[in-house]
């Protein structure tokens, strides 16, 4: 039989770290270090242009360390697949860093099992439940999230008969309603890559495939390590019911949200390279960033009493400017007017739909609901750039009313659609959940 990881004599695989939003601050790195060797000769100049060197100094006085551990940082996708592919598990974007970090170092050191057991570990209910909720950004899933809630329920109970064979057919039915050739994820030679993805990469998904597919043609009642699709749905493997096991579906499914989220994009396929920034904007980046620290070090999260500091609801020009809650209440406001092409102008650009057809998505989840009221229960600033507000709304689905508790998730984004400390100039508040399906 062909191992489908054995490469021939002189193929190179393509590495992670090589795709162009980490290859960019790599170099974007480099070129700080850069002016860090020449700023002694660059100083006496810029101090007649009125620059303020003193900040840009400081700002450059961690770069040989930050350089370092970029290097660091960006070979963990590679080591953490090269170390996990075959046994199940590969990295995704939301997948905590620290963690991948620590399996990476057990693993180098030869501790695979140790390694794994962490990972396991890693998939609490609790943080299944925080990658569920972020599922919802896929339009596709959102009809599956009620059995992907019911598996969650199994899982913390602790019944992973139920549990993993949801999680796989879930998993292998988004892939086929998004896939171009509508191939599920199980499908014989099916593609998922995508362009600038960690987890849409050949080491990554395309291994994974490959390891889940796996024939199975013999009962066996010893447990399993591996999630194997068939021989579990087919009842050959019939020691899949463990916490691995299910952890590794979970994990399968939320690599898969990388892909999915890009195929409804329409950003499989590469996008056109921005051109290297000028040492003009190098430099104007370094200030930025001395900039964003220093916001970043006076950053503290409010602590809001509805009704006293701001109104439980209300018109958005009852909130202060540039906050968070008044963006949720632009939001709502359009809302209530069936204003659909304002209220995607609200969702955060990384998160919503391509911006050509983001109406017609919001529309399309809204039109048959109608607003009445809404009541801002609790505000909470969880990081400097990320707040949650709990609220009541009370809408009609094509007439029938019902009322909801629901969490709103909003980011602070810079012009870039990065993340931003609140405050920053420019920087604009938009939601991360915008549906409540």
């Known amino acids: 039989m062909i191992n489908p990881f054995k490469q021939s004599k002189g193929f190179q695989e393509p590495q992670i770290r090589k795709i162009p939003s980490i290859r960019k601050m790599l170099e974007e790195m480099t070129n700080f270090v850069a002016i860090k060797r020449a700023f002694p000769l660059i100083k006496p100049f810029l101090r007649l242009l009125k620059v303020d060197v003193n900040r840009i100094e400081d700002a450059l006085a961690r770069v040989d360390e930050l350089a370092e551990q970029a290097q660091k940082l960006t070979s963990i996708p590679d080591r953490f697949n090269d170390h996990f592919a075959e046994r199940g598990w590969i990295i995704f974007d939301r997948m905590n860093l620290e963690v ?128 194997y699709r068939n021989g579990i749905l087919h009842g050959m493997d019939l020691g899949y019911d463990n916490r691995m096991v299910a952890a590794k579906a979970w994990a399968t499914l939320f690599a898969v949200r990388d892909w999915a989220i890009r195929a409804e994009q329409g950003l499989l396929e590469a996008q056109p390279e921005e051109p290297s920034p000028s040492w003009r904007e190098v430099l104007k980046r370094v200030r930025e960033n001395a900039e964003e620290k220093a916001r970043l070090q006076q950053w503290k999260p409010r602590h809001i009493q509805l009704g006293r500091d701001v109104p439980a609801s209300g018109a958005p020009d009852a909130y202060p400017e540039g906050t968070p809650e008044r963006k949720l209440a632009e939001y709502l406001d359009y809302w209530k007017k069936r204003n659909f092409g304002f209220m995607a102008r609200c969702i955060a650009p990384t998160f919503g739909p391509p911006p050509k057809i983001a109406p017609a998505r919001v529309r399309e989840e809204f039109e048959r609901k109608k607003l009445i009221s809404f009541e801002m229960k609790e505000i909470h600033d969880e990081a400097a750039a990320i ?46 959940f915008w549906s409540v399906s």
Request: proline share 5%; with cysteine; hydrophobic share 35%.
């Open 100 to 227: 991948a970090e620590n399996a990476v170092q057990k693993a180098d050191a030869g501790d695979l099992d140790s390694a794994e057991a962490d990972l396991v570990d890693y998939y609490s209910p609790e943080t299944v439940k925080g990658h569920l909720m972020a599922m919802r950004a896929i339009r596709a899933f959102r009809p599956r999230m009620r059995l992907a809630e019911k598996a969650l329920e199994d899982y913390e109970a602790e019944r992973y008969h139920g549990c993993v064979p949801v999680v796989l057919a879930l998993t292998d039915g988004l892939v086929n309603e998004l896939h171009q050739q509508r191939r599920g994820f199980f499908a014989k030679d099916v593609d998922l890559k995508a362009w600038d993805s960690i987890a849409a990469h050949s080491k990554g998904l395309g291994k994974l495939t490959h390891v889940l597919q796996k024939r199975r043609c013999k009962t066996t009642t010893d447990p399993i390590t591996i999630p």
């Open 387 to 432: 707040t949650v507000i709990d609220t009541k709304l009370q809408f009609e689905v094509d007439g029938q009313p019902t009322e909801t508790q629901l969490a709103f998730r909003l980011v602070n984004s810079d012009k870039g659609s990065r993340p931003a400390t609140r405050g920053k100039p420019g920087s604009e508040w938009g939601l991360v």
